[in-house]
């Protein structure tokens, strides 16, 4: 690498960055100590360089939901999220149409935010205590992304399991991370947790989407 201040591509509209990354000031800072904790309430510390773009003066962190509020106000009718559906019905077997992009279902920012907000809402009355966590058992959808920001801002975790896992398995997740609260996205997720429901005593809900 030629000599200089060391650079990193941003993969991101061809964005190029500086990272002036040096031995001295610019490279994370850790402590020492220990770096991992078990407990519900457990702070992480992050580890940020002394110096440089990616500093604490120069770039505070930043929590997920306050970047959600921020777009959501910068940019309320903006398109966020997107999928395709309802779903057509294949025309044949193997041969499934297009639905056209204006009958997408359709999230803004603004849009976003608020349901956002109301499921963290709803998972509170379900029962999700701050530290707590909130289950998300599904295929990729903007109910996911939903579900997860709705955990963050109630000040829980969310805790994604397997499309592929066994009853026993996600059995195991819930208890293990003592979620009080799961989505799922279909009958045959339903069903999965359904199926074990008697072993998961902590388990206030099942919310299908």
Not at 111 to 125: G, N
Not at 159 to 180: C, E, F, L, N, R
């Amino acid at each position: 690498m030629a000599s200089g201040p060391r650079r990193v591509g941003v993969v991101a509209r061809h964005v190029l960055a500086s990272n002036a990354v040096s031995a001295d000031q610019d490279a994370a800072h850790y402590e020492t100590g220990t770096h991992f904790g078990v407990n519900p309430d457990y702070e992480h510390p992050i580890h940020l360089p002394r110096g440089g773009i990616l500093s604490e003066e120069a770039e505070p962190p930043t929590a997920f939901p306050q970047l959600l509020a921020e777009a959501a106000k910068n940019f309320p009718q903006d398109i966020a999220l997107a999928a395709e559906k309802p779903v057509p019905a294949p025309e044949s077997p193997g041969v499934a149409p297009a639905l056209p992009w204006d009958k997408w279902a359709k999230w803004s920012w603004g849009q976003y935010y608020e349901d956002a907000r109301k499921a963290a809402k709803a998972f509170m009355s379900l029962g999700v205590e701050h530290f707590g966590s909130v289950c998300i058992f599904g295929f990729n959808a903007p109910e996911w992304m939903i579900s997860a920001f709705g955990a963050m801002l109630c000040g829980a975790k969310y805790v994604g399991i397997y499309s592929t896992d066994t009853p026993d398995q996600v059995q195991y997740k819930v208890a293990h991370s003592a979620s009080a609260v799961i989505v799922v996205d279909g009958m045959e997720e339903f069903n999965n947790v359904s199926s074990v429901i008697d072993e998961l005593p902590g388990l206030n809900a099942i919310v299908l989407w």
